[in-house]
């Protein structure tokens, strides 16, 4: 929506396929593509068995961590950051019992994520969203955000907040976006599709609040299942309902047979056609919904990735309210803002941390190094 900042924006494009090759270099191969809503082609990259992207990553980074003999302080908070002729000097830590220690640095990388769990931020910035369920786990509080504002940084595009489509509701669990690229689809409580399913998570969203019942189905087959590793996760956790024709999903539902029957069938021929006469979708068409079992997962919308942080530039400097660089700051992935703008596309959040995490670490390294 012509909010990123650009010169992030070109960074962030310009080196994506360094931190492909990057992540392959240490073991964490992602080369298998899929679509998510948003994109005109294939270009998220995720683990060739379809795994889901985030736990492949951390058992790669621990991995590397292990091998490398890293310290990692678990239990373990940053309280405080400490400034010394305007510049980074020091961290005060306190441990689960209470215990407090000051760690002398010349560099820090603030990389604590989002606020997308703390209702009371959330709200502040948009009302709006008050109501919402989130996908977040429960230390994106902010926290980093905060801690960088007590030393003078600026923030950026704060209420911007993205609320993604597909989330479980009870259990606020996250239904992928890979499930909808490998070609399921969306249904009402009438059995109907209404919106194309990859379309931008803002305008997929509305479209489900739009529903006089604000929830929907996402419904897949067999094929879908065996493609994407994630929905074994989502059956075994009993968040779909299965059936052995579509008859009886409806059934279980509560939904007309007749009218989900008719449904799949005409996605079915627009799929064989490669053209939705109904609702424009162009990706994600991959197979015809007509392998049993059938599954569907009833979701809304829940709040998923906040777009604003703090400010940074290109070598992901921390800057002040007056667009100053914090001397010895760094921050990297969704704690910064302005890259995304006002809405970010599926999988770029994964792109986001490491592009700019490698640079973060290049940067602060070398500071460290000259200073």
Sequence with gaps: KNKNNPQLLHYFVEHAPAAIDWLDEKGIRLNNLTTTGGMSVDRTHRPDNGAAVGGFLISGLLKNINDRGIEVMLDTSVTDIEMKDGRINAVIVRDEEGNEQRISTKAIIIATGGFGANAQMVTHYRPDLADFVTTNHKGATGSGIALLQKIGAGTVDMNEIQIHPTVEQNTAYLISESIRGGGAILISQKGKRFVNELDTRDKVSNSIIALSEHYAYILFDEQICAENKAAETYISKGLAVKAGSLAELAEKLNINPDSLITTVERYNHFVKQQHDEDFGRTTGMRHQL??????????????????????????????????????????????????????????????????????????????????
């Design 290 to 371: 007509n392998q049993p079992f059938f599954y569907a997962i009833r979701i809304a919308p829940g709040i998923h990735h906040t777009m604003g942080g703090v400010t940074i530039n290109t070598k992901t400097e921390v800057l002040d309210t007056h667009a100053e660089i914090i001397k010895g700051a760094y921050a990297a992935g969704e704690v910064a803002g302005g890259v995304h703008g006002g809405n970010r596309i599926g999988g770029n959040a994964i792109a986001d941390i490491i592009i700019f995490g490698i640079q973060a670490g290049v940067q602060a390294a070398a500071y460290a190094k000259n200073h």
